[in-house]
């Protein structure tokens, strides 16, 4: 049985996701700032793979440790190659929704924005996941769409402001080989993306409802 579902209480529940994980967001990017040093210094092939094989682990390690935290975690394997099929499987449809027009895209990313946390939750494969967050956002989509571009318009915000702290820097060279602020700026609309699919999956997930079924 579906849960009910109001924009205030997804973007309430999405910011405090990451209060309560403040301590692993702020380590997230330390290493995400150490690494845009380090990266470049295996060859620009090499660092291409390794970088996606961490952000992959990272952006995992940050919805096990929440999900562990919400006390959701139903499994204790890790599905990580689950979690990175379900990037590719996903990566397709969205960005050729978003290129054909923004609204199929945006519609796309609604429905899918929970997938990811079913995988870490529930342990499902990638289009179980894929399909239970279409399931679940059904009639809230517009809610969620609108909790996207609100993620979408802060982040923007946030990357205007850092853009002149990065201008100012830009002229030591080590900052202009690696230019970490642009990497956090980079992880940054992923991150809060990350706290609106855990929202997602904790508002929206299907209710047990195996004792209403027996009893009821």
């Known amino acids: 049985m579906p849960r009910e579902l109001d924009f205030g209480t997804l973007a309430a529940r999405s910011f405090e996701n990451l209060r309560l994980i403040w301590r692993q967001v702020l380590g997230y990017f330390a ?12 060859g620009e092939g090499i660092s291409s ?21 919400r006390g959701r975690l139903e499994t204790q394997r890790i599905h990580i190659f689950a979690f990175a099929g379900l990037a590719l499987i996903l990566v397709l449809p969205v960005m050729f929704g978003v290129a054909a027009l923004v609204l199929p ?17 529930r342990g499902e494969g990638a289009f179980a996941a894929a399909s239970s967050s279409w ?35 830009s002229g030591l060279s080590g900052y202009r080989d690696a230019r970490p602020i642009d990497v956090m700026q980079a992880h ?17 997930e299907p209710a047990d409802d195996f004792i209403e079924e027996v009893f009821g």
């Open 31 to 42: 290493a995400v700032i150490v690494l845009s040093f380090a990266l470049p210094l295996a």
């Open 49 to 69: 793979i390794l970088g996606l094989a961490l952000y992959l682990s990272g952006q995992y390690w940050l919805f096990h440790t929440l999900i562990k935290a």
């Open 105 to 121: 895209g945006l519609f796309l990313v609604a429905r899918w924005i929970a997938a990811p946390a079913f995988i870490v939750a």
């Open 135 to 169: 399931q679940s956002v059904r009639g809230h989509t517009f809610k969620v769409a609108g909790m996207i571009v609100l993620i979408f318009v802060l982040a923007s915000i946030i990357g205007a402001l850092t853009n002149a702290l990065g201008g100012t820097l």
């Open 188 to 204: 940054l609309l992923p991150l809060l993306l990350f706290a609106l699919s855990t929202a997602t999956y904790e508002l929206l």
